[in-house]
């Protein structure tokens, strides 16, 4: 008996390797991305989110096995909870977010790409009054700098999450996101397009997920 379980446990794990495929990635992101699947982190942008200009492309590689749920957490700099940069300089100002993805199969071919089938959460949204780019001192949670701030809902970038009332993904042109620092060194498929939360200056850090079958 217990051999026969033995073996059942090997076939099951053989199974299991047959099926997993490799795929290949590329992100970009303003200014910096985490991407999980299934749960499970497979890369995380190189450049701190605390570098100034923390603009680049990462290219990575990973094993899944159809389907998958693919989560992309992807933040845009910000000093404290009002959402801005630069605070106290001739500079101050809301900073701009923005990000494009593509995944690849073994043969080059696309299985998911950054485009409206995306589905994105915003969990931190600041200022919630672009006023509050102008104060002399802006203090997070007063006036017009106020602020809404969400946990990362448990098991999202899992399968199995009902993300049904989670917004599309919102898509935007380079000229509004002018993307720049490694952006050029991708070959983006056609398809595949800048996505962002509602707004490029409010929406700091967005949660998006989608299910690659």
């Known amino acids: 008996m217990k051999r026969t379980f033995a073996a059942a446990v090997l076939l099951s794990l053989s199974a299991s390797a047959v099926s997993a495929e490799t795929f290949t990635a590329d992100v970009w992101a303003d200014n910096w991305f985490e991407m ?3 749960g499970e982190q497979v890369a995380e942008d190189s450049v ?44 101050q100002q809301m900073g701009d977010g923005g990000a494009i993805l593509q995944i690849m199969d073994a043969a080059g071919t696309p299985v998911a790409v950054s485009n409206a089938d995306w589905q994105c959460l915003v969990i931190h949204t600041a200022p919630l009054d672009k006023s509050c ?23 999202w970038d899992a399968a199995g999450f009902d993300a049904s009332g989670w917004p599309q993904a919102h898509i935007y042109t380079e000229a509004e996101v002018s993307p720049r620092m490694g952006y050029d060194e991708i ?6 397009k800048l996505i962002w939360g509602p707004d490029l200056e409010q929406s700091n850090t967005v949660l998006c997920r989608l299910t690659v079958e």
């Open 133 to 155: 780019e102008s104060e002399a001192n802006p203090v997070a949670g007063e006036g017009a700098c106020g602020f809404e701030a969400l946990d990362e809902p448990e098991g």
């Open 36 to 38: 999980r699947i299934n």
């Open 48 to 91: 701190p989110i605390t570098t100034e200009r923390s603009f680049n492309a990462e290219s990575f590689s990973f094993e899944a096995e159809r389907p998958f749920v693919v989560g992309l957490v992807a933040k845009d700099f910000r000093e404290n909870d009002t959402g801005l940069e630069y605070i106290g300089t001739r500079r």
């Open 187 to 192: 070959d983006w498929v056609d398809d595949a």
